[in-house]
């Protein structure tokens, strides 16, 4: 134990030096994209100039597959210009199964990613109507939830409660984050007991399913909300297709586990394109306010 305590310190120390503990309210690190970069669309196979991925919301002007986007993206294309005030700042990832490797991973990811954690989360407005709003970045080891991750969440839904707002999630996760073994599956429990305690308050949570949503985040909190949007085309999960496929002996039928077959089995209730998204959402806000007020 005397390990951990030394090795909270030491981050402790580390992240005050870069500055990690400040409050951030400027994303202009988000979009880094080199000029002239082409990346093939990986559903039409055209190509798509990644400079002007912001213009066209981050989807392919082709055939309209929607990519994957780092969190402080979603965040700018979502809640009004200057509204947004980060919350949950300063924690510290550790290595509590003293995994090999683990430490040096996370330090990569948050030199590369500006990031602290997979997770952000905030006061924002949407055309004006108050919310909380937490996304997940699927860039950041595949978005995977770590005891800091599920303690975001929780705060996020805690912060909502203490301000009477309801709250939206973006999800975008591997799941579980193995690395951390069991403390990762204990964060199933908690943030799904946060969505309770925010919901006794008669408060409205709207999750937001994206591209992949899959493993331990699928089976808490991502699929708790009042109401579940989602991406067209996102693979919401929880084991694999593989992996069940290997499992049951059978072949899957096309478009298992992709939202639209999703939506078709009651799993979710809307599918929303990104270009609607945050007409959606301030509608949905909106309409919420009017009954409860
Ligand atoms: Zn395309």
Redesign the pocket.
């Known amino acids: 134990m005397n390990e951990l305590v030394k090795a909270f310190e030491t981050r402790k120390k580390e992240a005050k030096k870069a500055k990690y503990l400040k409050v951030k309210q400027n994303y202009k690190h988000a979009v880094d994209v080199p000029k002239g970069l082409y990346e093939k669309?990986?559903?039409?196979?055209?190509t798509?100039n990644m400079t002007h991925m912001k213009k066209t919301l981050f989807t392919?002007?082709?055939?309209?597959?929607h990519f994957r986007m780092r969190a402080v993206d979603r965040i700018r294309l979502t809640v009004d210009s200057g509204s947004f005030v980060e919350k949950g700042l300063g924690f510290i990832t550790l290595n509590p199964l003293f995994n090999e490797g683990y430490d040096e991973k996370i330090k990569s990811y948050q030199e590369r990613t500006k990031l602290d954690e997979a997770y952000i989360y905030g006061y924002g407005e949407i055309l004006g109507n108050p919310c909380v709003i937490g996304v997940m970045d699927s860039y950041f080891l595949m978005g995977s939830m770590g005891s800091v991750v599920g303690e975001k969440v929780t705060k996020s839904f805690e912060y909502a409660i203490y301000k009477q707002l309801p709250i939206i999630i973006f999800t975008a996760s591997g799941g579980a984050r193995m690395q951390e073994g069991i403390f990762s599956l204990m964060q199933m429990a908690k943030t799904s007991a946060a969505v309770k305690q925010h919901s006794n308050q008669g408060l409205l949570y709207i999750s937001v399913l994206t591209h992949p949503t899959t493993g331990g985040v699928t089976a808490s909190f991502a699929t708790l909300g009042d109401i579940i949007l989602a991406e067209p085309g996102a693979l919401i999960g929880f084991a694999g297709p593989r992996v069940i496929e290997q499992t049951i002996n059978e072949t899957l039928p096309e478009g298992f586990q992709r939202s639209e077959f999703l939506l078709e089995k009651g799993f979710i209730d809307q599918i929303v394109d990104r270009k609607e998204m945050k007409q959606t959402l301030s509608q949905l806000l909106h309409y919420h306010k009017k009954v409860m007020g």
Request: glycine letters at 0%; aromatic letters at 0%; one cysteine or more.
């Open positions: 669309c990986p559903k039409c196979k055209e798509v392919c002007k082709h055939c309209n597959e």
